[in-house]
């Protein structure tokens, strides 16, 4: 079991209190203590270690803000897991296990499961990829609210949180737009956004992202976008998560982002601001 499981289990499992938590922290100062290193080797810039070891990174942004689309893509790009709470949160509920029976009720009525249950599923999820070697981390979903947040920096140094930013008449549709395909996995929007430019900036056009035709037919929505819950869920978000944003904002770790529309205009640009070589651009110069 890696360090960080180890200590992050301690610390949010059960009746966890501060004072377990320190306890935790010392037993695991010398973990502790490397990760920090590693970390404070890459402070100057947002340049990732090779092995991806030093990508400890963080997403923040509300529900339909593309979380998971741009940090899959930056996991695949640096070569580091994408931890996702909420798919553990739904791979959970398809377990079938009595013990996440209850969840499902939490989850369809956009409410937050409780900060065990989270630290539960992420520690086993870390000790998975602990066991298969895995390096480094871009988290998306968590930490969600102040005590979650406490928690990671208490066994780990988190060096970058990206805040994704979208104009808020998006969300809604984006979430609502959202589909997957059940056989593939392949994650799709049928939402086409298209909205007038604020104080004089330019239009936002987000084109739907249409499955191809073999997957027409196999897509699922999930239970918890609709129009509904997903409200619910954007104010349990400033509610309880925007507060997050500042918790990292007073460490100066938050790259707030405003996606300035689509895939195809953003990620070139949230590359940019990330310092990261867009490897597509570098393909086409090599051709
Ligand atoms: N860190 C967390 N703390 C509490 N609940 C969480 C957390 N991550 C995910 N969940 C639960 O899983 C649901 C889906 O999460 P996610 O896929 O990240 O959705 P969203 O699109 O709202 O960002 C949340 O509404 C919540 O019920």
Redesign the pocket.
């Known amino acids: 079991m890696s360090a960080m499981s180890r200590a992050i289990r301690a610390f949010g499992g059960g009746a966890a209190s501060r004072r377990n938590l320190s306890v935790a922290a010392s037993k695991e100062a010398p973990a502790l203590a490397a990760a920090a290193a590693v970390v404070a080797g890459r402070r100057g810039g947002r340049d990732p270690g090779e092995d991806g070891s030093r990508v400890q990174w963080v997403f923040l942004?509300?529900?339909?803000?593309g979380?998971?689309t741009y940090a899959g893509r930056l996991s695949r790009l640096l070569g580091v897991p994408h931890i996702?709470?909420?798919?553990?949160?739904?791979d959970a509920l398809a377990s079938q296990d009595p013990l996440y029976k209850q969840?499902a009720e939490?989850?369809n009525h956009?409410?937050?499961?409780?900060?065990e249950?989270?630290i539960n599923l992420?520690s086993k999820r870390l000790e998975e990829g602990e066991e298969k070697g895995e390096l480094g981390f871009i988290l998306?979903?968590?930490?969600?609210?102040i005590r979650?947040a406490e928690i990671l920096e208490g066994v780990t140094d988190i060096d970058l949180v990206i805040n994704l930013k979208l104009r808020e008449e998006a969300l809604l549709a984006k979430?609502i737009g959202r589909r997957k395909c059940s056989q593939c996995g392949g994650n799709f929007n049928v939402a086409s956004i298209d909205i007038e430019g604020q104080n004089g900036g330019p239009r936002m056009y987000m084109p739907p992202l249409l499955p191809p035709p073999e997957c027409e037919s196999k897509l699922i929505t999930?239970a918890?976008d609709t129009e509904e819950v997903?409200k619910e869920?954007l104010r349990?978000?400033h509610d309880l998560c925007e507060p997050v944003e500042d918790f990292y904002r007073a460490r100066g770790k938050l790259l707030e982002f405003n996606l300035p529309g689509g895939i195809p205009e953003s990620w070139p640009k949230l590359l940019q601001a990330l310092n990261i070589e867009d490897p597509d651009n570098k393909r086409s110069a090599a051709a």
Do not use: E, H, N
């Open positions: 942004g509300c529900p339909g803000v979380k998971g996702a709470t909420g798919d553990l949160v739904r969840l939490i989850v956009g409410k937050l499961v409780s900060d249950i989270i992420l998306d979903g968590f930490p969600r609210t979650q979430c999930r918890d997903v869920r349990v978000y």
